[in-house]
């Protein structure tokens, strides 16, 4: 009957064994499977087809010895800024609006190459001002009158083509965002998810924090979102903070604007003048504007940044890393600004196409589907029709929890392959330990057994 009994636990053990075998071949095969991450769509710029990418192809075209940038109106037209009425023609032709100016892109450039080899003054900035033909300087209120006049004496000595202008508030770099991270070194946004193909990050403003910036969710630091690994700042404005599980999780493709909600991301473009725009910021939530300059140079009081957005948004401190978008169309993220959301100001964004060029990345957006909509003449680049300008489409918002690290989430990871293995270890020692056990008995009986023949 002993014996009996000891047969039934080794075939138990036996099969136990076995089907932990099995078990943990089956998770190791589903972590492998999970480690290649699934196929998602990455935007990239598009062939012309919105009001703001006929003026960009016209003015490529025609170069910018006879144009001086492009925008769009209030109604949506494409309006295209020229040196002479030969060029107004061609403009006219290609179905666009034509203005004449007085000064080309060319001495533009020239002007605001000038004001940049100046001294640099904290609390000054300047940018393309396209519609006016200018380039516009502003300066704050930190700028004292000896600096403004000797930034009036440069803007002077460069012509009509400058112009000067005070404004309130300071320029600062803004913390804080759509989704809060933190870190040591303060507060900041998760601007956008983008990836390398293999491994997802969140693209934010490069002020935020330098390289090895330790990022969390939560204020207690339980829930690691990630870390820093590529940064620019000053000189442009964005940094990389890679998820510390790899993956940005459910609902990459979607930005936060506050209450639980959110805007479906579809595509990226290049901002135009003119166009309106929306910002969503943890601080003072969702905002809307219009650009009124490209190509901005602001000094920081912590260094000098340059080809920025320009814009009529207000932010405020805690705003900075949050995304700039319309109509669902990613194009920028939050540098910096001056001024309030109870009496406005100015706010600067880094562009998101020159970023992710310098990252080599690429944005994680909405699966494209059969059903997916054409995009509409507004999707990027159009001021046409206030009214039809919307932030995007609206989906619910996910924690930025979802791409958090803790002990338990790893152990649990099914990416991770250590409880698989742990499990065919197991299993192994329990097949090896059954049969030394029944190989152990076998001798003992063995030994009774020739022991009593020769008893």
Not at 191 to 213: K, R
Not at 292 to 301: E, G, I, K, R, S
Not at 422 to 429: Q, Y
Request: charged share 15%.
């Amino acid at each position: 009957m002993r014996h009996a009994r000891r047969r039934v636990v080794r075939r138990v053990t036996r099969l136990t064994a076995v089907g932990g075998l099995l078990l943990g071949g089956a998770m190791v095969t589903q972590a492998a499977m999970a480690s290649d991450t699934p196929a998602r769509d990455a935007a990239t710029l598009s062939a012309p087809q919105t009001p703001a990418d006929k003026g960009s192809a016209l003015v490529a075209k025609l170069g910018s010895a006879r144009t001086a940038g492009s925008w769009v109106d209030s109604g949506g037209r494409t309006v295209v800024a020229v040196t002479d009425k030969a060029t107004a023609a061609e403009v006219t032709k290609a179905g666009a609006e034509a203005k004449v100016v007085p000064y080309s892109m060319n001495q533009l450039k020239s002007a605001a190459t000038t004001l940049g080899s100046a001294p640099k003054i904290a609390g000054t900035a300047w940018a393309m001002d396209y519609r006016n033909n200018k380039v516009l300087v502003e300066a704050d209120s930190s700028v004292s009158a000896t600096s403004w006049a000797a930034m009036t004496k440069v803007a002077k000595s460069i012509g009509a083509s400058v112009e000067m202008q005070r404004t309130q508030g300071k320029f600062t770099t803004r913390i804080n965002g759509a989704q809060p991270i933190l870190s040591t070194g303060g507060r900041c946004s998760a601007g956008y998810n983008v990836t390398n193909g293999q491994t997802d990050f969140i693209l934010t403003a490069g002020h935020c924090g330098p390289v090895g910036s330790i990022w969390f969710a939560d204020n207690q630091g339980d829930q690691q979102l990630g870390k820093t690994v590529s940064d620019n700042f000053p000189g442009s404005d964005f940094s990389l903070v890679q998820y510390a599980s790899g993956s940005a999780g459910e609902g990459a493709d979607v930005v936060a604007i506050g209450n639980g909600s959110g805007v479906t991301i579809t595509g990226l473009a290049d901002a135009a003048v003119g166009e309106k725009v929306f910002r969503s910021g943890s601080t003072s939530g969702l905002h809307d504007g219009e650009v009124t300059a490209l190509d901005a140079t602001v000094n920081y009081p912590e260094g000098t940044v340059t080809g920025l957005i320009q814009t009529t948004v207000c932010a405020e401190p805690g705003d900075s890393g949050g995304p700039l978008f319309s109509n669902g169309i990613a194009l920028g993220v939050t540098s910096g600004g001056s001024g309030d959301c109870k009496a406005g100001g100015t706010t600067f964004f880094q562009p998101l196409t020159k970023a992710l060029a310098a990252l080599n990345v690429k944005l994680l957006v909405a699966p494209k589907t059969a059903a997916s909509p054409a995009p509409s003449a507004s999707a990027a680049g159009s001021g046409a029709a206030a009214g039809t300008i919307t932030p995007g489409t609206s989906a619910p918002a996910t924690n930025t929890t979802a791409g958090t690290t803790t002990l338990a989430s790893r152990l649990t990871d099914p990416k991770n392959v250590g409880p698989g293995l742990l499990v065919i270890a197991g299993s192994l020692i329990a097949l090896v330990a059954t049969r030394w056990i029944r190989a152990e008995q076998d001798r003992k009986a063995f030994q009774r057994h020739y022991s009593a023949m020769w008893g």
